[in-house]
């Protein structure tokens, strides 16, 4: 079992910054990678940016040289730093994380809870 707690969400002036974090805990063997989705009201749930286990990112467009994903393995948690924040950065914010439970297991998702971020125009 894989549980993630997610915090840092919150409401922010257009401009402003916020940082996420989302740490996992449990019983589980390993970690693979890392993801921030979000889900604004009345669409889709989206990905906003991804890190593998050995720190390759990737984001969506909509982001790119605004949020910066990272992680740190010791802790099981995994970050998105938000700067220059728009009003339509506004969601849901979810973290999602591919685990391992045991060797024997395949790879499996999970979600958080999501925390919500406002941002203010």
């Known amino acids: 079992q894989v549980n993630l707690v997610e915090s840092g969400g919150g409401l922010v002036q257009s401009g402003g910054s916020l940082r996420l974090s989302c740490a996992a805990s449990?019983?589980?063997?390993?970690?693979?990678?890392m993801d921030w989705y979000r889900q604004a009201p009345g669409k889709q749930r989206d990905m906003v940016a991804t890190?593998?286990?050995?720190?390759?990112?990737n984001y969506a467009d909509s982001v790119k040289g605004r949020f910066t994903i990272s992680r740190d393995n010791a802790k099981e948690t995994v970050y998105l730093q938000m700067n220059s924040l728009k009003p339509e950065d506004t969601a849901v914010y979810y973290c999602?994380?591919?685990?391992?439970?045991?060797?024997?297991?395949?790879?499996?998702?999970?979600w958080g809870q999501g925390t919500q971020v406002t941002v203010s125009s």
């Open positions: 999602y994380v591919h685990a391992r439970t045991s060797y024997y297991e395949p790879t499996r998702g999970y």
């Open positions: 890190i593998t286990s050995i720190g390759s990112t």
């Open positions: 449990g019983s589980f063997f390993s970690i693979d990678a």
